[in-house]
């Protein structure tokens, strides 16, 4: 069935989310990374960008907050950019793990694959692979092209986050040697775990992620800049990458209750993408025990489910002026 909605009724109901959700108690800021640990847990924001490029936004959505781990996203398009979706497949995969995100036995288990560029082992292969291999500087400068290209302006490294990631990231480590061991790191291990981590560490708005998000809801065309970041045909393959493995051990749960395919970050950041309809982005601190912000979490089911969009479903929603 064809529904429409107003671009005003939609705002409403983003600032109606806000307010529901707003005091929702639950969840911890991630204390692995002792900079995440002193964010401060209150901060919320929502934003949501059109094709149009019109953006609706409420509460903290220009507060700079740690990427994390939806720059994975960022990433993966940036290698699909460079060697094509079949290759990605070849080189990485596209499984879901059903594991956390820094899982070992993920990688031991898919046969020492490392499964998904959307999980720690897949992006940090993902970021082995990133051209010009061989060239540190080259590559990041790639990486952060890719990222401002996705989200129409700068991202910003966050120094302090960088350090206190590069100090704690043990296991980290050890999947970059462990996929060395296997074959699946295709350039020097440690220079691929430094540009993981320090793309982890860039500075980023709910307002930048929610355009990066309609850029891929939009055929990889950025509906503010209005440039064609990437081929059209490379759309379905991020976005069913998100579906897959985005909550990573509570993917399955989230899809079956939200109907979004989503991608979460320790930051406690969110990008969601309705095909053709629109991005979706929120942001709060306290985290699930997977590592998915509790109220990202229940602002963007909140608003799916007012507006009855849903992938899987058969609506098909159109938003008007
Ligand atoms: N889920 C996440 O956001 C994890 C990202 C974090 N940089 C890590 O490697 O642990």
New binding site residues.
Partial sequence: MKKTITSHDLKNLVNEAHAQVKDLKGGKN?N??PFLDKIDSNLFGISVCLPSGEIIEAGDTNYVF???????VYTAILVLRQYGAQAVLDKIGADATGLP??SIMAILLENDHPSTPLV?AG?ISADSMVKPVGNSDAKWKAITDNMRELSGSDLTLLDELYKS?SET?F??RSIAWLLKNFNRIYDDPDMSLDL??RQ??MGVTAKQLSIAACTIANNGLNPVTKQQVFDPSLSPKITSLIATVGF?EHTGDWLYTSGVPAK????GGVLGVIPGLFGIAAFAPPLDEA??SVKAQAAIKYIAQRLNVNVFGGDYVEVIN
Avoid: D, L, P, Q
């Fill in positions: 991630a692995y990374i740690g990427i994390e781990s939806v720059s994975k995100f820094n720690n992006a990631e990231n296991n980290n993981y981590t982890c560490s990573y979460s970050g320790v930051g590592g998915n």
